[in-house]
């Protein structure tokens, strides 16, 4: 089944794999999604001409699953192959996992010609690439994601780091893929919640740049809901495309790509206040992009029934959208700890309407503790 149209225009016009360009000059890549995209990982890295040895990186969740059909693949089309696994979660995007990294490929000889393939979700790909990023001045590496949040997000633009006890991301490098290579056949093992989380990032794009994709989004409920393949090709490249588009034009994020970040900013509070342990990434910014909207209203004119549009089709998603038990002032705090935060003053990035949204709107005190307090608390069972 393809999307249903709530609107004309294709999104992807083949169930072949699609190719997505991202075009950054001397830096442009391709991104594929499809069925089988795995299979093919070895005969694609063959094209580039990179080698003549490889370092899968994956975690010991995903390694099992698919780190022998991503090896035999490489092995097939001539390279030499190695493989390691760290430990699932957060925890693995840290110093002492990177410098094993290291460890790891002077021991085995990697010269500047190796490359990484990074296999898993978003941790796995912040860490691998950060790895490439920085080993002998840096080396090239391939995203192979497995998680929705990852094939739709951080997988595409280059955005690689890892964590320090006092933060997230708070050390990486701009350092772009020389290819995305997106199986959605992998998304099969992933846990529900997990998908659930990552459909987050999925309506984030229809808010920010395409309001009919957000309305194809709202028409397809059922398919997205239990991941029609033949739909969710669609939706990961339409979201691989927009976010291609943003980065093209603003790479390092000067201004344009914040927009990214919708919802960020209350998601990244929510997520540190609760010591990592409570939400998903993705279900930390479903929330926060629900309080986004309800700004929105206050200050940039997003119309209310858009916002509860918005609400809506999150929550219809299986996401949580209800104000979480928590004091105002803790999550106020936590928001100005995020790196995005300048001078102290709290800056949201805030839609207009559906399919425009822009970022660096300072947002007074007082109205963002009048739009947390309106907000909906969950019903108590
Ligand atoms: N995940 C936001 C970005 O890549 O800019």
Redesign the pocket.
């Known amino acids: 089944m393809m999307l249903t149209p709530a609107s004309p225009g294709p999104i992807c016009s083949s169930l072949m794999a699609c190719k997505i360009k991202v075009d950054l000059g001397a830096r442009s890549y391709e991104i594929r999604v499809g069925e089988g995209v795995l299979a093919q990982v070895g005969a694609l890295c063959r094209e580039l001409e990179l080698g003549p040895s490889a370092l899968v990186v994956s975690d010991e969740h995903v390694n099992p699953l698919y780190g022998p059909a991503v090896e035999s693949s490489l092995r097939a089309a001539g390279f030499q192959v190695g493989r390691v696994a760290v430990p699932a979660g957060e925890s693995s995007k840290a110093e002492a996992r990177l410098f094993r990294l290291y460890d790891e490929a002077l021991d085995r000889g990697l010269d500047r010609r190796a490359f990484v393939v990074a296999l898993g979700g978003g941790v796995v790909g912040d860490l691998a690439g950060y790895f490439a990023a920085s080993y002998l001045r840096g080396i090239r590496y391939v995203q192979v994601p497995t998680s929705l949040l990852a094939m739709v997000?951080?997988s595409?633009?280059?955005?690689t780091g890892i964590n320090l006890p006092r933060g997230k991301n708070l050390v990486g490098a701009f350092h772009q893929p020389v290819l995305v290579a997106a199986d959605i056949t992998t998304l099969r093992s992933l846990p529900p919640r997990e998908y659930a989380a990552g459909l987050a990032?999925v309506v984030k794009y229809g808010v920010i740049r395409d309001a009919a994709f957000f309305a194809r989004l709202e028409a397809n409920l059922a398919g997205l809901r239990s991941g029609e393949p033949a739909l969710l090709e669609d939706v990961i490249a339409h979201c691989c495309r927009i976010?291609a588009e943003?980065?093209r034009l603003d790479e390092r994020?000067r201004s344009l790509?914040?927009i990214?970040?919708f919802g960020?900013t209350l998601g990244h509070a929510l997520e540190q206040v609760t010591g990592y342990g409570t939400y998903l990434h993705g279900e930390a910014v479903s929330l926060g992009m629900a309080f986004a909207a309800r700004l929105s209203t206050r200050l940039a004119g997003l119309p209310a029934d858009e916002a509860e549009r918005i609400e809506n089709l999150l929550r219809a998603l299986g996401l949580p959208v209800d104000r979480p038990d928590l004091d105002w002032s803790a999550a106020r705090r936590a928001m100005t700890l995020d790196k995005k935060t300048q001078d102290r003053v709290l800056k949201f990035v805030l839609a207009d309407r559906i399919g425009a949204a822009r970022p660096g709107v300072e947002a007074p005190d007082a109205v963002l503790e009048e739009v947390w307090t309106e907000g909906r608390q969950p019903k108590k069972r």
Do not use: Y
């Not at 595409?156 to 955005?159: L, Q, S, W």
């Open positions: 997000d951080s595409v633009g280059g955005k990032e976010k943003v980065v994020e790509r914040a990214l970040n960020h």
